[in-house]
């Protein structure tokens, strides 16, 4: 899985593979736990990539997406079932067979999101534009 940031714009782009995407949803309902990164991944646009992301329970509190920059990992937090609702996108991403991307910003009155989250790019594991 490849987790790049992108300092300037305050977003988070992820890659991987189906696979990965259901581990993730997993660690995400779970509600603890982490996952490893393309610790070298690199692009043409300037994101700094991340080691890994790092999933915690926080009680009575919608998600949060954020970077731990000392550690440099993302690490998303939150409610378990708003937890649950950001998983399901995950896996939803991880089964769509049309491509894609998902962004997963906040904006007001967001079901699940904090206000502060940084904004999350989630890729299709089959393909860029989606074919339909």
Not at 35 to 52: I, M
Not at 106 to 119: E, G, K, M, N, Q
């Amino acid at each position: 899985m490849k987790i790049l940031f992108y300092p300037a714009s305050g977003e988070v782009d992820i890659s991987g593979t189906a696979g990965e995407y259901h581990a993730l949803a997993a660690l995400i309902v779970a509600g603890s736990g982490g996952h490893a990164a393309e610790p070298d991944a690199t692009d043409d646009f300037g994101g700094t990539a991340l080691s890994g992301l790092q999933v915690s329970t926080a009680a009575h509190r919608m998600v949060l997406i954020s970077i731990d920059d000392a550690r440099g990992v993302l690490q998303i937090s939150g409610a378990s079932a708003p937890l649950a609702v950001l998983a399901s996108n995950v896996e939803a991403m991880a089964a769509d067979q049309g491509g894609g991307h998902l962004h997963i910003d906040y904006f007001p009155d967001h079901p699940y999101l904090a206000p502060t989250s940084v904004s999350l790019i989630v890729n299709s594991p089959h393909g860029g534009m989606p074919t339909r």
